[in-house]
C-alpha cells in the first residue's frame, strides 16, 4: 500500500492512501434488536463504494451522542449505540427504530468499567468480526453547579465561549477533587482504555478505520494559561501517553493543594479543559501511530445539553454535524486534526 502523506496547516495529514476495496461481511449471529432480529445495513462511503459499515458510538442515550447515532445510521452504517445505563440506552434505541431506523444495536458500556469495556469488545468481535468507526462520545463536566443560581445569572454565549465568566461563575460551578476524577477517567482514560480495547478491530476496517474523539474548545492550547504546559502539549515530537498521565497527575496534585492558578491550569472547569487538551494529544500521537486510519478530534460546538446545563443555543442536529463528518470521512481525508465543528482549525 502506497502511503501519499502531504503535511497539512496545524500538523495533521491527508492520508491518499486507503483505496475503497470491496468487502461484504455479514454479521456472524443475529444482533439483539427485538423489533428487527436481523441486520444487514449497506453504508456507501464517498460515490463509489458500497460496504457494510459497522460503528461504535459511547455515552449515546442521549445528548449529541444520541444524535450523532441517528445521523450516522441514516447513512446506512450499523451502529453499536452504548449507554452506561441498560434502560437510558434501550429507551433510545426503541426511538431509533421507531423512527425506521433498525440498523441500530444497543449495548451496554461504562467507559469507567474495564469490565464493560471488555465485554463491548467480545460483542462487536462475535457479531461483525471487526469495527470502521468508534466515535468516543461520553463525556463528564468535572464539576458541581448550582443550577439555579447559574440559571439567574443568565450569561450570554459570548460571555461563556470568551472566557469572561470564569470569576462570575466559581461561586457556582465547584470542582472538587472526586469529580475532577471522575472527569478525567471519563473524558481521557476511557477513551484511552476503550480505544486501546478496540484497535483490533479497528484494524480490521478494510478501508481503514475512523477514530472520533468529541473534544471541546476548553481543550484549544491557547486557553491554557501556563507556557511549559501549553508547551508541553503542544509538542507533538514529545507526546505520549506517560508524558499526558504525568501531567494529569500533577493536575490532580494542584487540585488537591489548591495551586491550580500557579500551575498554569485553566480556571473555568479546569479538570474538564485538561482532560480534553490531554484528549485532543492523545489523539494526535495516535494519528501518528495508525496512518492507515483516520484519527480526529472535533469540537462539536456550544449545544445545546446537559453537559452544559442548557446554557448552549445550538441544537443536537448541528451540534452531531461534527462528529459525524469526521466518522463518515472519505478515504485520504485528514487525520490528526482538530475541527471546530465541521473545519479544520488549530490545535
Ligand atoms: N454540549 C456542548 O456544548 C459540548 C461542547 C463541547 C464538547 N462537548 C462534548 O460532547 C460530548 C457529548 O456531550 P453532550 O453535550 O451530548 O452532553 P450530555 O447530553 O450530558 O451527554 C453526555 C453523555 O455521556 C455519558 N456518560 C457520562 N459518563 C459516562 C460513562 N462513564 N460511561 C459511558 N457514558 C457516560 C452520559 O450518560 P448518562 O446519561 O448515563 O449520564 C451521556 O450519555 C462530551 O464529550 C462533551 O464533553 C459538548
Wanted: proline share 5%; net charge neutral.
Amino acid at each position: 500500500m502506497i502511503l501519499l502523506r502531504i503535511l497539512f496547516p496545524g500538523s495533521c495529514y491527508f492520508n491518499a492512501a486507503c483505496l475503497p476495496q470491496q468487502v461484504h461481511l455479514t454479521p456472524r449471529k443475529q444482533i439483539i434488536s427485538r423489533n428487527h432480529p436481523k441486520i444487514t445495513a449497506m453504508a456507501t462511503n464517498g460515490d463509489h463504494s458500497r460496504v457494510e459499515k459497522y460503528a461504535v458510538v459511547t455515552g449515546a442515550n442521549k445528548g449529541i451522542g444520541l444524535e450523532t447515532v441517528r445521523q450516522i445510521a441514516s447513512k446506512g452504517v450499523t451502529v453499536v449505540l452504548t449507554a452506561r445505563d441498560e434502560k437510558r440506552g434501550t429507551d433510545a434505541t426503541c426511538m431509533l427504530h421507531n423512527m425506521g431506523l433498525t440498523n441500530v444495536v444497543f449495548h451496554q458500556l461504562d467507559v469507567l468499567d474495564p469490565v464493560s469495556i471488555e465485554s463491548l469488545a467480545k460483542f462487536i468481535k462475535d457479531r461483525f468480526g471487526r469495527l470502521d468507526i468508534l466515535v468516543n462520545n461520553a463525556g463528564a463536566s468535572g464539576v458541581v453547579v448550582d443550577e439555579e443560581r447559574l440559571r439567574a445569572m443568565n450569561i450570554d454565549p459570548e460571555t461563556w465561549l470568551s472566557g469572561k465568566a470564569t470569576n462570575m461563575v466559581q461561586q457556582v460551578i465547584k470542582t472538587s477533587y472526586e469529580t475532577a476524577v471522575e472527569c478525567l477517567n471519563t473524558n481521557f482514560y476511557g477513551v484511552q482504555r476503550l480505544t486501546e480495547a478496540l484497535l483490533p478491530l479497528l484494524q480490521l476496517s478494510p478501508s481503514g478505520a475512523r477514530i472520533v474523539n468529541v473534544s471541546s474548545l476548553r481543550g484549544e492550547l491557547w486557553r491554557i494559561r501556563g507556557d511549559d504546559l501549553r508547551n508541553e502539549l503542544g509538542d507533538l515530537e514529545t507526546l505520549n501517553e506517560e508524558k499526558l498521565d504525568s501531567i494529569l497527575k500533577r493536575f490532580l496534585k494542584d487540585l488537591k493543594e489548591n495551586t491550580l492558578e500557579a500551575g498554569g491550569w485553566s480556571l473555568m472547569l479546569p479538570a474538564y479543559s485538561i482532560s480534553k487538551a490531554t484528549l485532543n494529544a492523545y489523539t494526535r500521537f495516535l494519528a501518528k501511530r495508525h496512518p492507515n486510519m483516520l484519527i480526529n478530534c472535533v469540537h462539536p460546538g456550544y449545544v445545546n445539553t446537559d453537559i452544559n446545563w442548557h446554557t448552549g443555543p445550538m441544537p443536537v442536529e448541528e451540534g452531531a454535524r461534527g462528529p459525524v463528518k469526521c466518522a463518515l470521512l472519505p478515504d485520504g481525508g485528514p487525520t490528526g486534526c482538530y475541527f471546530d465543528q465541521t473545519e479544520v482549525a488549530s490545535f
